[in-house]
């Protein structure tokens, strides 16, 4: 999984749910802030080891992990 080189998964970090860049900070959290509203600059504020191509590519995760493959009869 090239395309998410910020995205790890490491059972000893948060019991290996998705993380960026191997920090306890799980891709999860960045999206909940997002959908209630934060900005990229106030999440950023809220965990400053964060860049902003990590939000960026949480999102991006998140709408790869979303894609439907609709059948039709």
């Not at 999860?28 to 809220?46: R, W």
């Amino acid at each position: 999984m090239d395309r998410f080189n910020r995205i790890t998964f490491d059972p000893k970090i948060m019991g290996g749910r998705a993380c960026i860049r191997g920090m306890r900070i799980p891709v999860s959290v960045i999206l909940g802030q997002i959908a209630h509203g934060a900005k990229t600059e106030e999440v950023l504020a809220d965990y400053p080891d964060l860049e902003p191509d990590d939000i960026k590519q949480a999102l991006e995760y998140a709408a790869w992990l979303a894609q439907e493959e609709v059948y039709s009869a």
